[in-house]
């Protein structure tokens, strides 16, 4: 036990330590506890007879879920949060800084103190939810699938916590980034009650379906991806400045947009007859998909750092494949744009296929019409968007130096007012803002892309759509390129004398020579 300790992140032992000693962990145990107990007597009262004959197991599954999503779902993460933003608060992050532990070891270590702090509060709580089986009306599946989902969504939680906790140092901005957290902690918490509570006391849930389990296999995909995402951007937050923190998110991001258009691929293949649905969902992720991520990459800094510049590809194929991989937000917008345009092209070359091996033989001209116009149209709308946003960005940053909150406003303002404005000059000029869709809208993305996809022909609208649409959004890419080229010209420089020296002192000392043997007779 003693070896396996020293095996252990020190940031784990510190946080469990200090988290098992904290008023907030004694205060919610014993708080856990006393609910638990006290709602096995109400329960038992008020089932009086009928618990041995009728089916109070899930009205008594709920009571402990309640409390059980309420410990780990809420105290836990928020407890993350504070246990890093007190940190960067109290300014002790530079000390966890200058010891021989990494970014990714101090978050790892909070996010396990974390996960400890789970797995006591469910081996309080977890007889309980046992007891709830004998009492009839809802199955073992069923427990053990609200079980385990809701300690996913407690360590995603707990993540997103850490993440908001790096985002800022000082005090004011940590006191409004409680108050969203603690909202945000809440409202999550009610909408797992709700949904939990509809299947416990509906049992319909289809566990012996193979497309269930296929579902809840892409659910699960999604989560792992996200949460790598949050954890690594958690882990670029608190590194330094001169490091890359660009590169690994960005494949993470082309990992998530594999896995979609796969688990879609998956569907394409199970169904007997392809329907536009699956398209404009495959589409309609995909594109607040790259929105989110380009929308945070358009806000990076372009300047790489000397560091950077040492690891940057050097070969034709590294050059014209992983550049894109580099931090800037030009790189960073040429990103989001591919991966866009690949989306819409896939959407297409599914719905010709389907066409062909005979599976969308239900889907009319008219349909097919609409999925082409919305594969050009949803790209289009975020090509724009995100091209205007870097404008301003680098507009703003003649003047001033704007962070990536900065951008990410700017992006949250102008679609705000993109879909916001059409209304406010309806009514000024007192005209039925909501009577029905016409080109005025033609800076909301929201109601355009749907407007698009109404039943029947395509309205008249649409060709003008895309026509304007599209064009802006080429005319917004052209205006970025010279940026998108300044980045894509930066190359590889080589390493300085001492820091080749000192990197070829620290890979000796992390791996020893042993001794030479130099004839069979040498002893090792």
């Not at 392809?274 to 372009?302: D, N, S």
């Not at 968007?385 to 700017?410: D, E, H, K, P, W």
């Not at 102008?414 to 080109?439: D, E, K, Q």
Request: proline share 4%; hydrophobic share 55%; glycine share 10%.
């Amino acid at each position: 036990m003693e070896w396996l300790g020293e095996q252990l992140n020190p940031i784990l032992v510190k946080e469990t330590r200090q988290a098992l000693k904290s008023r907030q962990f004694l205060l919610t145990f014993g708080l856990l506890l006393i609910a638990a107990w006290g709602w096995s007597l109400i329960g038992l009262v008020m089932m009086e007879v009928d618990g041995g004959y009728g089916q109070a197991g899930p009205g008594m599954f709920m009571g402990y879920y309640c409390i059980m999503a309420a410990a780990i779902g809420v105290f836990v993460p928020f407890g993350a949060f504070r246990s890093l933003a007190g940190e960067q608060e109290d300014r002790t992050y530079e000390l966890l800084s200058i010891t021989g532990l990494g970014p990714r070891q101090i978050v790892s270590g909070k996010l396990g103190s974390a996960a400890v702090q789970i797995v006591i509060y469910m081996s309080a709580i977890a007889p309980c939810l046992a007891f709830t089986y004998m009492l009839r009306g809802i199955s073992m599946p069923m427990i053990l699938l609200a079980v385990i989902y809701t300690v996913l969504g407690s360590l995603g939680l707990s993540v997103i916590g850490l993440l908001a906790g790096t985002l800022t140092g000082e005090k004011h901005w940590q006191v409004l980034l409680s108050v969203v957290l603690i909202v945000g902690l809440l409202i999550v918490f009610f909408s797992a009650v709700g949904m939990t509570g509809e299947l416990a006391f509906d049992s319909n849930v289809p566990f012996d379906s193979s497309e269930f389990w296929m579902t809840m296999a892409a659910l699960l995909t999604a989560y792992v991806t996200y949460f790598a995402l949050v954890f690594y951007a958690a882990v670029a937050q608190i590194t330094f400045v001169s490091d890359n923190r660009s590169t690994r998110l960005r494949i993470i991001m082309l990992i998530q947009h594999a896995c979609l258009v796969a688990w879609f691929g998956w569907a394409f293949l199970r169904v007997e007859f392809l329907e536009e649905v699956f398209l404009y969902f495959l589409i309609t992720c995909g594109a607040f998909h790259w929105a989110i991520m380009g929308a945070l990459m358009t806000g990076e800094w372009p300047e790489l750092s000397m560091r950077v510049k040492r690891g940057l590809p050097q070969s034709f194929f590294g050059r014209a494949f992983l550049t894109w991989f580099n931090p800037g937000p030009g790189t960073g917008y040429m990103f989001a744009c591919c991966g866009m345009i690949a989306l819409g092209l896939t959407a297409c070359a599914t719905l010709f296929a389907g066409l062909i091996s005979g599976t969308g033989g239900n889907i009319s001209g008219s349909d097919m019409k609409a999925v082409v116009a919305f594969s050009v149209l949803a790209p289009a709308y975020v090509i724009a968007y995100l091209g205007i946003g870097l404008i301003l960005v680098r507009f703003l940053r003649r003047f001033t130096q704007s962070t990536l909150f900065v951008a990410v406003l700017i992006q949250v303002l102008l679609v705000s007012v993109g879909t916001a404005g059409p209304f406010v000059v309806a009514s000024i000029f007192n005209t039925r803002a909501f009577g029905g869709y016409s080109l005025l809208q033609i800076t909301n993305p929201f109601w355009s892309c749907v407007h698009v996809t109404d039943r029947g022909a395509l309205a008249p609208e649409v060709p003008v759509l895309l026509t304007l649409v599209p064009l802006t959004a080429l005319f917004v890419f052209l205006f970025n390129l010279p940026g998108i080229l300044r980045e894509v010209r930066h190359v590889r420089i080589a390493k300085p004398t001492r820091v080749a020296e000192e990197d070829e002192q620290l890979a000796a000392e992390a791996k020893p020579q042993g001794p030479i043997q130099i004839s069979p007779w040498d002893v090792q």
